[in-house]
């Protein structure tokens, strides 16, 4: 009886030192929730001058890697909507 006793103790606290871990790493390496304004706030602000120092070739590859992201966002909307069209028809006659 006492080992199970010290097994339960011991289960407890290892769980309590991990929910503490989880949340103490949440904390500094947000997964969620990262556009409220207190994730935003801690972010660096991007400023003119740092477009300005970036070279010609980094521009161009940062331009391309924005439209691309645009670009896909614009696909994964436009299936969305398809999406939710047919699935509409089906139980809307």
């Known amino acids: 009886m006492p080992v199970l006793v010290w097994l339960v103790l011991a289960v ?4 309590a030192v991990g929910g503490w871990g989880a949340v103490w790493w949440e904390k500094r390496h947000p997964s969620a929730f990262t ?4 994730y935003l706030a801690g972010l660096p602000e991007p400023s003119w001058a740092d477009w300005q120092r ?5 521009q161009a590859a940062y ?3 924005v439209l691309e992201i ?3 966002a614009e696909d ?4 969305a909507v398809e999406a ?7 139980y809307r006659p």
């Not at 407890?12 to 769980?15: E, P």
């Not at 556009?35 to 207190?38: A, G, V």
């Not at 994964?76 to 299936?79: S, V």
């Not at 939710?84 to 089906?90: G, Y």
């Open 76 to 79: 994964a909307g436009r299936l």
């Open 54 to 58: 970036m070279s010609t070739a980094e």
């Open 70 to 72: 645009a670009a896909d």
């Open 84 to 90: 939710l069209l047919k699935r509409n028809t089906l």
């Open 35 to 38: 556009r409220q304004p207190e």
């Open 12 to 15: 407890l606290l290892i769980a």
């Open 63 to 65: 331009d391309g890697a």
